[in-house]
Structure formats: structure tokens, C-alpha cells
């Protein structure tokens, strides 16, 4: 995805091979006695000590904003003598260039948060990024993240939210109302869609007007590719296989046009915002919104005497006894490898990596998954439709999505999707489509086999 552009970059978890729910680790007193020399030397009741300034950078979506200007009162307040000035950037792939462009104008900020995987690995970690390998706070981090913004063996970010899930919001009243459940099958929630229908409701809420939404039938379909062919993403990294030759990737495409052969969109999906999507969601005026969990926090801001009618379930795939969750990992907080201001900028993120810095984050954004910072734990008074991502983690049901696990990702997946659900093309030329795509990204990128 790009995204995710709310990130989108869309901008994925996983389990994390089981990392998730591993998040029961050390508690906040072995987090705490982790801290790096320099942070001791410098926490609270150093008033003597000289003020520095360092520079932020984050995208310009309400809740990033919210949760970095979090971060920064109250790493100011531990810290007093380290200020921390908040830029911000457009999401998706106008920010995406911005942060390249940046970096090769030598104008970046100390830290800079960004997408994880493989748009990670496009930044040229080497030649841009301070290696934090061997930074105490690693040590509070979930193994399963490192490998997502790891390059050479070498670990260069942290993590800067909870975990992500892509799947299908879903109306719980209408769904209770209409005598549906939550399908396990990709035939079930055909069936559940025609019924949705036949009672004069959209059943699937397409909001193509930000492109980036009509990737999520196509990448949250992941974890039912890796059930198929384990090897995909490994065998797709070095060109053995491809998107339109593989029946699994390829059956993701399929799913996407029979949406729109079925007319189970809104006639309106090119005129559709994502903020409107959300609203047809909450009113209940569409029924099923394929989307990322990131959306959640913009429900409960927006919407939030609707959020406990929501619900969230994995994508089928067609075999009910292999259902399961993909997952987006979060993004990360990076520094800048040309910062004069290295050391602040590693108590910073030391911060944003500790289970005070998740607790600080949870006040101004409720958790969408699961943390990836040991000991840390989800509030209990997360909307209920987070919780109905947890027995995936807890059955060890989850899978990375794509983006995590290959580095090879494709910048125009967003407009090849529009036009598969748009009907524009088939889901074989669509698939192909894609494939030319990546070859691009895949050469550029130096990646034998290509």
C-alpha cells in the first residue's frame, strides 16, 4: 500500500510471527533499568544542563499529530533540557517523496517517523539512518519488529504505535438486525453481501476517491496466501513467483473484481472519500468497510455513540479451518544520520520505545492491536472491535502482511486496484499489471533474480 497513507503505505503486523501476543515481557521497572548511560546522565532534576533543540517529523494526519505532540510534552517534562520542535508532511505518496527528497538534500530532521518494511528499506538506511542495533532500549522491543526496519542486519528504527490489522469494519447492528455472522469463507461473505443488498443497503463501502483505500481487498488477503504457498513471499523477492502466476496472489484480484461484478459497491466508489466511508459505516448506511484497524481512533473521535455498533473480522479465505488476520506493523521513528543532535535524538526515541511511552501514546490514541514494546498492554477501555482482533493473535492466527516480509512493493498498486473494482480491468490484468509494477521497484532496489 502506500501509506499507509493515513499510512497506508499503507503503508503491516505481523506476527509477527507470534510476536503480538507476546506482549507480556518485562515490567515497567526492568523497562526503566534498560535506559541507555546517556539517558540516565541526563533525566529528570539535570536543570544545569545545556538546552538543546531537536527537530521532529511526522505526518499531518490528525491523530499523528496528536500522538507526537503527546510524546513530546512529556518527554519535555522528563527531559527539560531537550526541546523537541514538531514538522509535519502530507501522508502517502506526496510525503513519501517529501521524506526522499529531504534526505538527499541533506535537510532532514534528528528523528523522523515513517513507514516500516519495504518503504523503510527505500530510504537507503546505510547511507541516511543512525544504526540503533545496539541501543539499550532495543531491548524492550519484540524481536518481530526489528526484522521490518532492519537492513544488512543492521536495526535502524523503532516502534512509534500499536500493531495494525487489515480486514473488513463491519456493522454489528445492521449484521444483528439482518440475522448475519461474521463469515469465515469468502462465500459466506458473498452470501452475507447479497443479503445486505436485497434489504436496500450497500454491502461493501468503496472510497476510490483516495485511491489508496482500494488496495485492502488485495493486500488483506495476504495471510490466505501465505497459508497456501509459505514460500511466497521468499520465491516473490527473488522473482520466482509472480502475482499473476501464483493461483493464491492471484485469487486476491479475483476477489476484488467479483466485488464489482456483483455490484456489492457503492455506484459512487470514484467520488468517495474515505472520510465518507467512515460515515456510511457509522450510520449504517454501508455495512462493510474493507480497511485498515489504523481507522479506528477517527471512528471514535468522529463517530462515538456509533463505535460499540462496529465490529472487525479477518478476510476469508475460502477455507473456514485456515482463517486468519493479516497484520501491518507499525511505523517507525528513525534518526537521521547527519542530526548534531544524535545523542538527544536517542533518548527521544528511547522514550517513544519504552512502556511510559506507549502509556503516554494510549491517552491521545486508543491502541489499534496490539504494542510491540515488552510489558506494555492494551487499556481496557479499547473500543470493543480492537478486542475482536485479539483471538487471532492469541490463536497464533496472524500473518505479516506482504510489505513486511518482501521489499519488493510496487508504487502503483493504488491505481491498479481502482481499476480492477472499478471494472476498468480484470483481475489476470490487473495481477499483471502489478507484476510489471514491482519489476520496477525490484531492479531499482539491485535484488538478484530480477
Known amino acids: ?52 533543540t531537536i527537530t521532529l517529523s511526522t505526518d499531518n494526519s490528525q491523530d499523528a499529530v496528536n500522538t507526537a505532540n503527546a510524546y513530546i510534552a512529556a518527554f519535555e517534562k522528563k527531559y527539560p533540557n531537550i526541546k523537541v520542535e514538531l ?3 502530507p501522508g502517502g505518496t506526496e510525503g513519501d517523496n517529501i521524506v526522499k527528497t529531504r534526505l538527499a538534500t541533506g535537510d532532514m530532521t534528528d528523528v523522523f517517523f515513517y513507514n516500516s518494511g519495504s518503504l523503510m528499506q527505500a530510504l537507503t538506511p546505510e547511507k541516511n539512518m543512525v544504526d540503533l542495533t545496539n541501543e539499550a532500549f ?56 447479497e443479503k445486505i443488498k436485497e434489504a436496500g443497503m450497500t454491502p461493501v463501502i468503496g472510497s476510490y476517491k483516495d485511491t489508496w483505500t482500494s488496495q485492502l481487498v488485495v493486500l488483506a488477503d495476504y495471510y490466505n496466501v501465505q497459508a497456501q504457498v509459505p514460500s511466497f513471499a ?45 460515515k456510511m459505516l457509522a450510520e449504517g448506511k454501508g455495512v462493510q468497510y474493507p480497511m485498515l484497524s489504523f481507522a479506528t481512533p477517527a471512528i471514535l473521535q468522529n463517530y462515538p455513540d456509533q463505535i460499540e455498533n462496529l465490529g472487525f473480522f479477518a478476510q476469508p479465505g475460502d477455507d473456514a479451518s485456515s482463517n486468519g488476520l493479516t497484520v501491518w506493523m507499525p511505523g517507525a521513528a528513525y534518526i537521521y544520520k547527519e542530526s548534531k543532535h544524535v545523542e538527544e535524538a536517542k533518548q527521544f526515541v528511547a522514550f517513544v520505545a519504552s512502556v511510559e511511552g506507549t502509556e503516554v501514546a494510549s491517552t491521545v490514541s486508543k491502541p489499534t492491536g496490539p504494542y510491540l514494546i515488552k510489558g506494555a498492554s492494551i487499556p481496557d477501555d479499547v473500543p470493543s472491535l480492537v478486542k475482536d482482533m485479539l483471538p487471532y493473535f492469541d490463536n497464533n492466527q496472524t500473518a505479516p502482511a506482504l510489505e513486511f516480509v518482501s521489499p519488493v512493493k510496487g508504487p502503483s498498486l493504488e491505481q491498479i486496484t481502482v481499476e480492477v473494482g472499478s471494472g476498468i480491468k480484470d483481475a489476470k490484468k490487473g495481477a499483471e499489471a502489478y507484476d510489471q509494477d514491482v519489476e520496477k521497484q525490484a531492479k531499482q532496489l539491485g535484488l538478484s533474480g530480477w
Open 1 to 52: 500500500m502506500t501509506k499507509m497513507k493515513p499510512g497506508l503505505t499503507l503503508l503491516s503486523v505481523i506476527l509477527l510471527a507470534g510476536a503480538l501476543s507476546a506482549c507480556g515481557g518485562n515490567d515497567g521497572n526492568e523497562e526503566k533499568s534498560s535506559a541507555s548511560p546517556s539517558q540516565s546522565e541526563t533525566a529528570e532534576g539535570t536543570a544545569d544542563a545545556k538546552e538543546v
Open 87 to 89: 514538522e509535519t508532511r
Open 138 to 193: 532495543q531491548q524492550n522491543v519484540i524481536d518481530s519488529f526489528k526484522s521490518t526496519v532492519s537492513y544488512n542486519g543492521k536495526v535502524y528504527g523503532a516502534p512509534t504505535a500499536s500493531t495494525m490489522a487489515g480486514g473488513w469494519f463491519y456493522n454489528k447492528k445492521v449484521y444483528a438486525d439482518l440475522g448475519l455472522q461474521v463469515p469465515k469463507t469468502w462465500a459466506e461473505l458473498i452470501a452475507n453481501s
Open 234 to 278: 521468499e520465491d516473490f523477492t527473488a522473482h520466482k513467483a509472480t502475482n499473476a502466476g501464483t493461483p493464491a496472489m492471484l485469487r486476491a484480484f479475483e476477489k476484488l473484481q467479483e466485488l464489482h461484478d456483483k455490484g456489492l459497491m457503492n455506484k459512487d466508489l470514484l467520488a468517495t472519500t474515505y472520510d465518507v466511508g467512515l
